[in-house]
Nanobody, 123 residues
């Protein structure tokens, strides 16, 4: 059974930092990514990383967030710096088991999802 479990959410002041983790189990993954959903908004792409280390970031987080993974542990991480109130959201870990052509910036590019972890940035 494929499972993704996030951890690391919480409350932080604007300008602060927070790190998220996602542990995968049940299989290895070609790509892993993070999405987020703010209150009243649709879920949006944050960042993605392939097994070889390629990465893509949403423009809104580029330069502030860093995605990385540990393939041996089947884990991915999201280091979030210079957090802003608009980063407040539930963050979801996503993963794709096998390669399919795509940008990996769409929800449809992923076939496994975590339950989400809440991040609140206070002003």
């Amino acid at each position: 059974q494929v499972q993704l479990v996030e951890s690391g959410g919480g409350v932080v002041q604007a300008g602060g930092s927070l790190g998220l983790s996602c542990k995968g189990s049940g299989r290895t993954f070609y790509a892993m990514g993070w999405f987020r959903q703010a209150p009243g908004k649709e879920r949006e792409f944050v960042a993605t990383i392939g097994g070889s280390g390629w990465t893509y970031y949403a423009d809104s987080v580029k330069g502030r967030f860093t995605i990385f993974r540990d393939n041996a542990k089947n884990m991915q991480y999201l280091q979030m710096n210079i957090l802003k109130p608009e980063d407040t959201a539930v963050y979801y870990c996503a993963a794709r088991g096998t390669f399919v052509p795509g940008t990996y910036r769409r929800e449809a590019d992923y076939d496994s999802w975590g339950q989400g972890t809440a991040v609140t940035v206070s002003s």
